[in-house]
């Protein structure tokens, strides 16, 4: 799966216009700007298309967040907020004001909502354990005998509540993720 810079550097056609209009919206009315995410997140979340006439004027402005919501949902690893605030302002013609104002609403959305982009922002990784073994038989596997890695890890959330998660990745899929742990460690470390 793509990164998110990755997705964003890829976007559809008329996303530089969008970012242009959300920058001049984001300087007349900031509130205008998050009723439009709100609305926008509702559209992702629900997997459904709601063109209003009473927002055609803002269409354009609708699918340019849209865009980065998915990107935000599609990407492997999943970003974090200020990995993502980055990325937009490095990337695209969105103005760091344009992409605050987007972004802390995303924020506020995401932790009403069960989604990814919720988990990525609360809780606390913890118990984190990992075992190698080696595919035995497997309908999905093409090459028996290649080893994998089984993760399991717990998530505490911010209400205490604990979350279990387990996978198994290929090798490659780990060393990609140890990698990616790692760049986060030495990110929080320079904050």
């Not at 979340?45 to 599609?74: C, E, H, P, W, Y």
């Amino acid at each position: 799966m793509p990164t998110f810079e990755q997705l964003i550097l890829s976007p559809p056609s008329g996303f530089v216009a969008s970012c242009l209009e959300i920058n001049d919206l984001a300087q007349k009315n900031e509130g205008k700007i998050q009723e439009i995410v709100r609305d926008a997140w509702k559209e992702v979340q629900s997997s459904s298309s709601s063109n209003n006439v009473a927002d055609a004027d803002f269409l354009n402005i609708k699918r340019g967040i849209i865009t980065v919501i998915r990107a935000m949902k599609s990407a492997n690893p999943a970003p974090s907020i200020s990995a993502t605030a980055k990325a937009l302002v490095a990337s695209t013609l969105l103005t760091q004001s344009s992409v605050e104002v987007i972004l802390l609403q995303i924020k506020e959305l995401s932790k009403s909502a069960d989604s990814e982009v919720s988990t990525l922002l609360t809780g606390k990784l913890s118990n984190f354990q990992w075992k190698i073994g080696v595919a035995m038989a497997s309908n999905t596997c093409k090459n028996l005998f290649d080893p994998y890695v089984s993760i399991r890890f717990d998530v505490v959330e911010d209400d205490g509540t604990i979350n279990a998660h387990t996978a198994e990745l290929s090798f490659d899929q780990f060393r990609d993720l140890k990698s990616s742990l790692e760049k986060a460690a030495r990110a929080m470390d320079s904050i």
